[in-house]
């Protein structure tokens, strides 16, 4: 069971949350938690909406207005979906690396990004250059 399917009509929801249905209502009208609608409209709400509405039951006792509880949800979902994504890129880095095991290395040389092959290292330069401002 995914925590995004909607299974609970809106009582369910309330009594879960632990608020009135037409708290949730308003929450849906002012775009806070919007529960997904069956074929006849009616609120559908997930798992994740249950969790949503309390901490917005927590944020709310703790003083934070509903506009500033509306932000934080924003960004709290825009951190999860950034999050998702940076796993997403980290398994397709993974992948090609194990997929392409003789990936060429650089290294900035005198004439600039140079290759090398793997397991090698670039010379170090020791000598030592004396500059003098042009006058």
Do not use: C
């Not at 709310?60 to 934080?72: C, N, Y």
Request: charged share 30%; no cysteine; aromatic share 4%.
């Amino acid at each position: 069971m995914d925590e995004n399917s909607p299974l609970f009509a809106i009582a369910t929801a309330a009594e879960l949350a632990g608020m009135h249905a037409q708290t949730l209502r308003q929450y849906d009208r002012l775009g806070l938690v919007v529960p997904q609608r069956t074929a006849g409209k009616s609120r559908r709400y997930s798992m994740r909406d249950v969790v949503q509405l309390r901490e917005i039951g927590r944020l709310s006792g703790e003083g934070v207005s509903l506009e500033g509880i509306k932000r934080i949800l924003e960004l709290e979902n825009q951190v999860a979906s950034l999050q998702s994504r940076v796993r997403e890129l980290e398994r397709a880095l993974a992948d090609e690396l194990v997929n392409r095991p003789g990936a060429r290395v650089f290294a900035a040389g005198e004439s600039g990004v140079v290759p090398l092959r793997q397991g090698m290292r670039p010379r170090r330069q020791t000598a030592v250059v004396v500059w003098r401002p042009e006058r």
